[in-house]
């Protein structure tokens, strides 16, 4: 994983990954939206609003969250998993190459999309002091696949789920 990571990068310095901060604000609103809707006993205009808020956010940054979506390529997991081995210190106290191959392997096994990839290190590199088990990763990738997909397949509902509740809003 090495060799790819420095044949990426051109040994110019850090290779380029994609990246999708600035999704992060879109998945949470969608989340909150989500279970705003999935709880709610009876249609409200504040919750209306929230739908409309998060249509528009959403439709501003639709092309965003489909390449977000995308599977991710081995060459780009192996940067992104590369880079999350550097970022840390400590990273020097076990096989590298026997450890990033199996790394990649295990994640690549998940088909993850390059976003769920890119928060899940995004993650982790905030949260940890260390490195992750192989396992920790699987988890952290996991989650972010969740929680993209259902952000994704909620915006697919959205506009139905919000004539619903204008109707039911609107109706006697």
């Known amino acids: 994983m090495a060799n790819e990571i420095a044949e990426t990068g051109g040994g110019r310095g850090l290779p380029e990954v994609p990246t999708f901060v600035e999704l992060d604000p879109i998945?949470?609103?969608l989340?909150?939206?989500?279970?705003?809707?999935?709880?709610?006993y009876q249609p409200s205009a504040e919750l209306l609003t929230k739908m409309d808020h998060a249509i528009a956010a959403a439709n501003h940054l639709r092309p965003r969250i489909s390449a977000a979506s995308q599977p991710i390529s081995r060459g780009d997991l192996a940067i992104h998993?590369?880079?999350l081995l550097k970022s840390f210190v400590n990273a020097g106290q076990q096989d590298a190459a026997v450890f990033g191959r199996f790394l990649r392997d295990d994640v690549l096994s998940l088909e993850p999309s390059v976003g769920a990839i890119d928060l899940a290190c995004r993650r982790w590199r905030r949260k940890s002091k260390f490195l992750p088990a192989i396992a920790e990763m699987m988890d952290e990738v996991r989650a972010a696949?969740?929680?993209?997909?259902?952000?994704v397949d909620?915006?697919?509902?959205?506009?139905a789920l919000r004539a619903e509740h204008a109707s039911r809003l609107n109706s006697p």
């Open 145 to 151: 696949q969740s929680q993209i997909e259902g952000a």
């Open 81 to 83: 998993l590369g880079l």
């Open 31 to 40: 989340d909150a939206v989500r279970t705003d809707v999935a709880t709610a």
């Open 154 to 159: 909620f915006l697919l509902r959205l506009p």
């Open 27 to 29: 998945w949470a609103e």
